[in-house]
């Protein structure tokens, strides 16, 4: 059912990703604070007081950490697909300082990257086809960017290209429970409606993985610690620039879930 890249609205769901991500106005939105552009991981902060901009900031750094610990932690490269403004690769090479890609669809994107982690190296490039040569990465992560992109199965065949035969692959987002999901989320969250983030359901993406060569896929939910989190910093906003709450809806009914979805390359696989 999912087999296919998606296709329908293509049109909208491109001018939509423009829309978001080349003006920077998304990351100037209360919801959102130092640079990062994700839900958070709110695991370790506290949700029954009030929350300051350092918890929000201190909730999108620690989805950085929760897939950061998922790889291997010697690598020596690693490339980011998805990478917004930067501040993910900033805290990719504290934690591992070697060499450090990114990669993201938008000029603009890219341009505040090179701002934000001068020692990093970015390219603008799609998922679907990465700038980069076979086998030049040992890691290879995402964070909130594979909601984003239009053909998973592409997605995953660069992941393995890129790849050195044992390297290690983690992405996280959310991800559609199954097919069915699609029309009730469309009809809860305007950035489904819109074709800014697509329904992609979360077997179809471990499928496509596998079908790339992967071996270990495996998905791990994390929304405990998403979407609870990301409702109370809601709640607490100001009114008017006030996200969308049906995201804790949404989960609560089973349509989706945030997951951590891992794999590696097999070690005797051609670079
Ligand atoms: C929600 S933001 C996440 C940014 C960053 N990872 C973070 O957590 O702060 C998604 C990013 O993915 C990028 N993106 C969307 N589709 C893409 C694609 N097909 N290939 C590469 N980047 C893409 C967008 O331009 C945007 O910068």
């Known amino acids: ?32 604070a130092g640079g990062f552009i994700n839900f958070g991981f709110w695991r370790a902060i506290p949700l029954d007081g009030p929350l ?23 690598g020596r490269s690693t490339l980011e697909v998805g990478c917004g403004q930067g501040v993910g690769a900033r805290r990719t090479l504290l934690r591992s ?21 001068p020692d990093a190296e970015f390219a603008v490039g799609s998922a679907g086809s990465l700038p980069f040569g076979d ?8 964070v909130e960017a594979a909601q984003h992109f239009d053909d998973l199965g592409a997605f995953a065949r660069e992941a393995a290209r890129v790849l050195s035969p044992g390297g290690r692959l983690a992405v996280t987002t959310f991800f559609a429970a199954d097919a069915s999901a699609a029309p009730e989320l469309s009809r809860l969250l305007a950035t489904f409606a819109s ?22 896929v495996t998905a791990t939910s994390v929304g405990e610690h998403v979407w609870r ?6 709640e ?8 969308d709450r049906n995201w804790l809806v949404a989960a609560e009914r089973g349509l989706l879930d945030y997951h951590l979805v891992t794999a590696t390359k097999p070690a005797g696989s051609g670079a």
């Open 1 to 32: 059912m999912d087999h296919a890249p998606w296709t329908g609205h293509r049109t909208d769901h491109r001018t939509e990703l423009r829309r978001a991500y080349a003006g920077g106005k998304l990351t100037e939105l209360p919801v959102f």
């Open 52 to 74: 300051t901009a350092e918890d929000r900031v201190a909730s999108q750094a620690a989805l950085y950490d929760l897939v950061l610990d998922a790889l291997s932690p010697t």
């Open 97 to 117: 300082p070697a060499r450090c890609a990114g990669v993201d669809q938008e000029p603009e994107q890219v341009e505040r990257a090179r701002a934000a982690a």
């Open 135 to 142: 086998g030049e990465f040992e890691r290879l992560l995402s």
């Open 195 to 216: 074709g800014l983030d697509l329904p992609h359901p979360i077997g179809g993406f471990l499928d496509r993985l596998r079908e790339a060569g992967f071996d270990g």
């Open 229 to 234: 989190g990301l409702d109370r910093w809601l």
């Open 236 to 243: 607490l906003g100001p009114a008017p620039e006030r996200w």
